[in-house]
């Protein structure tokens, strides 16, 4: 397989690797089934488990945002043993998009699908219409494997792109009263930043274009930004402890992130005296 083969298997316009073709005669999910029986399984775009999933939380992120329910023989005979592996993105940029749209099941117009040969399965680029994609959602064919390190990430995320965005006067209030009050203020705070953080990646206005284009689940989260925070509260409520709608590990995250960038009240009262 030529290396250049690796750009046709993501997404032209988002870079998210192509989902494998779906199977009418795929079988339900099953979590436990022998090896030698399976006839489906999970596929992963972000391949390289043992690596990913001991790296960053990015890393992480990038493994568990997605997994495809597939026939064996596409995933093991087709996609593996040709070779196949996109290419993923290696910036925060790059991953904090990629993250997102794979959280919010987003599919493409194009998959990768399989033709028999002398040789064994050879791959093809097909579309993938709007009946394919709906019976995908229907199925449950494609699913966040671990919400809560998708939302650990991106909530990380959220603080470093956006913080770098806070310059309005509300931002600056926003920033004194979460110094002062962090736990009152970490909902209003973490809300600001998701905004901005959408805003200047490109993530809202490609997130409103993929809804309209019907790229999304119909009960997909409305905007980039809400689905943002549900994947943030997802995290929080899983770390947080009691009561279940616990901030604190977003907080702690926050309080890290702008020990350099807030001044506290009395360091702002010595500089104006």
Known sequence: MPALYAGYLVDRKLKIPLPLAPRLNLPERQESVPNIERLADDHHPAEGEAKLIKGSIADRALRYSRCQWVLYGDHHEGYHRNGLKPVLPAGLLGRFRYVSFMAALYLPDKCVGFHKTAHGPKPDIRELSNRDRALMWERGDVRVEKSV???????????????????????????????????????????????LAARSTGLKQDYEGARDEGLLPPDAPRT????????????????????????EPVTAMLQRAMGAEVETETEMSLAAS
């Not at 650990?152 to 913080?163: K, M």
């Not at 943002?228 to 901030?247: E, K, M, N, T, W």
């Open 149 to 195: 390190s998708v939302g650990r990430f991106l909530a990380s995320a959220v603080v470093r792109l956006g913080l770098p965005e806070l310059g309005t006067d509300f931002d600056v209030r926003l920033q004194r009263g979460f110094v002062n009050d962090p736990d009152g203020y970490t909902v209003q705070l973490m809300n600001r930043l998701t905004e």
């Open 224 to 247: 980039a930004k809400d689905l943002l925070v549900g994947c943030i509260q997802g995290f929080s409520r899983a770390y947080g402890g009691s009561p279940p709608d616990s901030i």
